[in-house]
């Protein structure tokens, strides 16, 4: 019954911005952390960024640390994730996440749902 769906993803030219949104449903109280991981063709997934949902705490993957931002609309159940001043190494499908770890992990194997996924592509 938990359920997370991504939307925003798109073409952007290098330079710009998008603004990525992960709407949950289900046992949101059992969501420690949500997080969103992107993933290129031939390359393993990699986390971007998370947020505890209980006090608000955000952890970032120091190559998108000030580019990235993420933040939480906690009366609609929804995390963004803000993408800012692209190019062409940020194509890739980028995937929400929910942890119910009490600590924000970077490995995907420590989160127990994820969501579809969404084509995000930088291009001229």
């Known amino acids: 019954q938990v359920q997370l769906v991504e939307s925003g993803g798109g073409l952007v030219q290098p330079g710009g911005s998008l603004r990525l949104s992960c709407a949950t449903s289900?046992?949101?109280?059992?969501?420690?952390?949500v997080g969103w991981f992107r993933q290129a063709p031939g390359k393993e997934r990699m986390f971007l960024a998370g947020i505890r949902w209980s006090d608000g705490t955000t952890s970032y993957a120091f190559s998108v640390k000030g580019r990235f931002i993420i933040s939480g609309d906690y009366a609609r159940n929804v995390v963004n994730l803000e993408l800012n001043n692209m190019n062409a190494e940020d194509t890739a499908v980028y995937y929400c996440?929910?942890?119910?770890?009490?600590?924000?992990?970077?490995?995907?194997?420590?989160?127990?749902?994820w969501g579809q996924g969404t084509q995000v592509t930088v291009s001229a």
């Open positions: 996440a929910a942890s119910n770890r009490t600590v924000i992990a970077i490995s995907p194997s420590h989160w127990a749902y």
């Open positions: 289900g046992f949101i109280f059992d969501f420690y952390a």
